[in-house]
């Protein structure tokens, strides 16, 4: 049974009203839900963060807008949250005073804990409710209506497949059985502006992402630009694996990477993959994996173009950006004109009656040209490239353009392939 027959199924044999749903959770128990925890506001903030972007803002389950509190683990207080495809559970230290669990509006429930003040909280499940209070003496009591846990989905816990285990800043003696973090969280934030967001193509949608014998590679393109960075790393697997990720569980382990929780391992499964990220893996991002072959992309990228055109970045993107800013709004076409050591930039919009046109000094000694690209396009790619030089591998005004940085580290490969636009006369 397909997801979408699954959703169809619950909502119409066990979803009416919110007070049905307590009725009948309270009815099933035999008495009151009740369960009590002490936590720290900081604490509690946390794990909300941690989990809240992957609440959907809308959905045909509506449980699915709530936060799972799971206060059944020892000392440990776990928040989850689901869309169905893509999972996150964050591990709190609090005092459990009565196990139990349920579930909270997501957005309410956070926007009332991130103005509280710095201190203790006491929280409370019962009859059907949840209840917020300062433990400091203040007044201060916050109540919410509760939904079951028994209503919220099963999430996932484990998946079959070889386990990646990462370096955090700390294991400098593990450099020779560990991939880099840092290298990971650089490699998605290279690629994954690409992806395209035509849900026709599902495969289109995520990132290729390849690992195996000392390489790890990964890809996104949306059929009109494509971009690939490799990477030599130490850790992984001698067989070759690849999965296609959804951009959005990437994002969340960028996210919580930047927010100082150290990436410790990933296990790539058939289906599915599982990112443990935290001391003891206090987070768990587990993704479903997209379905399907993903394109041949290095049959697209072109070996043989011959025209070099060299140009410090800090002096062009700030140029394409000036530019573009009278580039037409439906186009975004933003011509380029290539001399002998001059790259001349325009633009012209016909909505505005507006025109633009700066010149850049470069290397190049071939034939003249002018081709197009699109200015949004250009200015992705230039943002993404660290070193000031920037290196074009050019063919003709209508065949696929290369970007590269001028300069890589040693088993680095990062390129950007562009489809030029038509020109207009």
């Known amino acids: 049974m397909n997801k979408k027959s699954i959703i169809f199924d619950l909502k119409k044999t066990r979803y009416t009203t919110p007070q049905k ?16 925890v002490s936590i720290e506001k900081e604490e509690l903030l946390k794990g909300i963060q941690a989990v809240i972007d ?55 429930f956070s926007e009332i804990v991130r103005e509280l003040p710095e201190e203790s909280l006491s929280l409370t499940a019962e009859e059907g409710r949840v209840t917020l209070q300062r433990q400091s003496g203040a ?51 290279k690629t994954i502006f690409a992806v395209s967001r035509d849900e026709t193509r599902p495969v289109l949608t995520g990132v290729l992402w390849q690992v195996g014998n000392g390489r790890m ?21 001698d067989n070759n694996r690849e999965a296609i990720v ?22 790539l499964g058939q289906s599915h993959v599982l990112f443990s990220l935290g001391d003891e893996d206090a987070i768990q991002i587990f993704s479903r994996l997209i379905e399907g072959p993903y394109v041949d992309y290095e ?11 060299r140009v410090s970045n800090s002096q062009l993107l700030p140029a394409v950006r000036r530019v573009s800013i009278l580039a037409s709004a439906q186009t975004h076409q933003l011509r380029l004109e290539l001399k002998k050591d001059e790259l001349a930039l325009s633009a012209t919009s016909q909505e505005i009656g507006g025109e633009a046109r700066e010149s850049v000094g470069v290397e190049y000694d071939e034939d003249e040209m002018t081709i197009g690209y699109n200015s949004g396009y250009l200015q992705d790619v230039l ?23 001028g300069e890589q580290l040693e088993g680095e490969d990062y390129l950007c392939l562009l489809m030029p636009l038509r020109l207009n006369d």
Do not use: W
Request: proline content about 6%.
């Open 139 to 189: 007044e201060g009591t916050y109540a919410l209506m509760s939904v079951p846990s028994d209503d919220f989905p099963d999430l996932p816990t484990e998946i079959d497949g070889p386990e990646i285990a990462f370096l955090s800043d700390e294991d400098e003696d593990a450099q020779d059985s560990s991939a880099d973090s840092n290298v990971l969280s650089e490699m998605i934030s």
């Open 21 to 36: 749903i307590i009725y009948k959770g309270l009815h099933a128990l035999g008495r009151d839900v009740f369960m009590k």
């Open 246 to 267: 959804p951009p959005h569980a990437l994002n969340q382990v960028v996210k919580l990477m930047g927010g100082g929780s150290d990436l410790q391992k990933v296990q």
């Open 54 to 108: 992957i609440v959907p803002s809308k959905t045909a389950l509506p449980v699915l807008s709530n936060i799972l509190i799971d206060a059944n683990n020892g000392s440990d207080v776990c928040l989850s949250a689901t869309d169905l495809d893509i999972s996150i559970t964050c591990k709190l230290s609090a005092t459990i005073e009565d196990a139990g669990a349920t579930t909270v509006p997501a957005r309410k």
């Open 383 to 405: 943002r993404r490239i660290n070193c000031d030089e920037i290196l074009f591998e050019l063919d003709s005004a209508v065949a696929a353009g290369i970007i590269r940085p």
């Open 217 to 237: 590679t990964m890809v996104a393109t949306d059929g009109h630009r494509l971009v690939k960075y490799s990477r030599i790393q130490d850790g992984l697997p």
């Open 299 to 309: 049959q697209v990228i072109p070996q043989n173009n011959g025209k070099r055109l």
